[in-house]
């Protein structure tokens, strides 16, 4: 079985899954019965996928624009 990194998979194959996850992790940082340190490193887990899902945003991976939403605001690729 061999192993597959993250930056050997197209950002636009990537997307979706980031988008999801990174809904997924809002949703659990903000459940106040959430422990401290999860949401800690939750926080900087969220962070870490913005800055990506906005470097995607910044770059051009082929012909026409895309439109990323990051967060409830959208940038266009």
């Not at 899902?53 to 409830?72: N, Y």
């Amino acid at each position: 079985m061999n192993h597959v990194r993250a930056s050997e998979i197209p950002m636009s194959e990537r997307l979706p899954r980031l988008r999801a996850y990174l809904n997924q992790a809002r949703r659990t940082a903000a459940d106040p019965s959430t422990d401290e340190r999860v949401k800690s490193r939750l926080r900087a887990r969220i962070e870490r996928i913005e800055a990506d899902l906005s470097a995607a945003a910044d770059r051009e991976d082929g012909p026409g624009r895309v439109v990323v939403d990051v967060g409830g605001y959208s940038t266009r690729r």
